[in-house]
């Protein structure tokens, strides 16, 4: 008989309990939710497939001035950015805008900027 479960979720391991876990689980996490960019941790959910969220708890308004750029607000720019490396941005529902637009694309020197501020810390 099989079990309930059919998809898990892990919170913030280190890169070693993420492999141990999956080394055992008969169930590979599907979602994985991180405080930052740890690109250690990045690459072993892509290669297992797993989605990655990161809450969005930084002071965005920071970034504004790299938002006027692409005439958006900053959380559109987080949305776009988060969009461009493949990561689910975690966002209090009272901060979400309507009509985010984010069809535009970041280049490489903001990129570089904003990943200052989600990297690990």
Do not use: C
């Amino acid at each position: 008989m099989h079990g309930w479960i059919k998809t898990l979720g892990v919170e913030s391991p280190s890169k070693e309990a993420l492999i141990s876990l999956l080394k055992v689980a008969k169930i590979v996490p599907g979602v994985i939710q991180l405080a930052d960019e740890n690109p250690a941790l990045l690459e072993v959910a892509r290669k297992y497939k797993i989605q990655v969220e990161i809450p969005v708890t930084e002071d965005i308004e920071a970034l504004d001035e790299i938002a006027g750029h692409y005439g958006s607000s900053p959380l559109e720019l987080v949305m776009r950015y988060f969009s461009q490396r493949k990561i689910v941005p975690l966002i209090i529902a009272e901060d979400m805008l309507e009509n985010l637009q984010t069809d535009f694309l970041v280049n490489q020197t903001d990129l570089a900027t904003i990943d200052q501020l989600f990297a690990q810390k």
